[in-house]
C-alpha cells in the first residue's frame, strides 16, 4: 500500500514570505502522480500543483512550485510571495498509474498553514 | 456552472435514520468518487466507480452503499447512522487518462 507522510501539522509564514511544505511517500511504483491540494476554510478542494513521476522537470504554477525527488520520494511544495490567501490546509496526495483513472487518491494528514500580515 | 455538486452542503440526523447524500458532475468523466474526512481531516477513499461499475471498495460499513445510476452521477445511501459516522463526505470526478480529480464541496454530516 502506498502511504503518504506529511510531517509538519502546522506551519506558519509571514505575508511576502516564502514557506516549504514536506510531504514524502511510500510506493514500489514506477508510474505514479502526486498532487498537492488546498482546503480554505470554505472546504473546497483545490488542486494546487501536480507532477507526473516519469516527469524530472519539477512543476511550477505561478507563485508555486515543487521539489520532486523521485529517489528519495520526497515531493515538497514552495510558495513564494505568501498571501493572506494562501492560508489553508494543504494536503499532499499520490495516484498510481498512468492512465486508468479508477485509481484514487491517497493523502497525506496535511499541513495547516497560516500566514500572518 | 458547478463542475461536481452534492446536495445536501449540511446535513443533520439522529441516529439509526437513513440519509443519502447526492452527487452529480458535468464534466463528462468516467470515474466517480467517494471520500470521507474525519474530523482530524484525514481524507480516505471510501468507493470509485467507473462508468458505472464499482472498482473500490474500501473497508467501509455495509450500512454504506453507493448507487450510480448513470456515469454522471454518484449517490451515497447510509442506513441506520451511528455518531462515528459524523464527517465530511466528498464526492469527485476524474477523466480515462487524465490525473487530478475535481471534488465536490463536500457535505457536513452530523449524526446526533
Known amino acids: 500500500a502506498q502511504t503518504v507522510t506529511q510531517s509538519q501539522p502546522e506551519m506558519s509564514v509571514q505575508e511576502a514570505e516564502t514557506v516549504t511544505l514536506s510531504c514524502t511517500y511510500d510506493t514500489s511504483e514506477s508510474d505514479y502522480y502526486l498532487f498537492w491540494y488546498k482546503q480554505p476554510p470554505s472546504r473546497q478542494m483545490i488542486l494546487v500543483i501536480r507532477q507526473e513521476a516519469y516527469k524530472q522537470q519539477n512543476a511550477t504554477e505561478n507563485r508555486f512550485s515543487v521539489n520532486f525527488q523521485k529517489a528519495a520520494k520526497s515531493f515538497s511544495l514552495k510558495i513564494s510571495d505568501s498571501q493572506l490567501g494562501d492560508a489553508a490546509m494543504y494536503f499532499c496526495a499520490y495516484r498510481k498509474g498512468l492512465s486508468n483513472s479508477g485509481y484514487a487518491l491517497n493523502f497525506g494528514k496535511g499541513t495547516s498553514l497560516l500566514v500572518t500580515p | 456552472d458547478t463542475a461536481v455538486s452534492q446536495t445536501p452542503k449540511y446535513l443533520v440526523t439522529q441516529m439509526g435514520n437513513d440519509k443519502s447524500i447526492k452527487c452529480e458532475q458535468n464534466?463528462?468523466?468516467?470515474?466517480m468518487y467517494w471520500y470521507k474526512q474525519d474530523s482530524k481531516k484525514f481524507l480516505k477513499i471510501m468507493f470509485s466507480?467507473?462508468?458505472?461499475?464499482?472498482?473500490i471498495n474500501e473497508t467501509v460499513p455495509n450500512r454504506f452503499s453507493p448507487k450510480s445510476p448513470d456515469k454522471a452521477h454518484l449517490n451515497l445511501h447510509i442506513n441506520s447512522l451511528e455518531l462515528g459516522d459524523s464527517a465530511v463526505y466528498f464526492c469527485?470526478?476524474?477523466?480515462?487518462?487524465?490525473?487530478?480529480?475535481?471534488f465536490g464541496q463536500g457535505t457536513r454530516l452530523t449524526v446526533v
Open positions: 469527485a470526478s476524474s477523466q480515462v487518462g487524465g490525473t487530478e480529480a475535481f
Open positions: 466507480y467507473n462508468n458505472k461499475e464499482l472498482i
Open positions: 464534466l463528462g468523466h468516467d470515474t
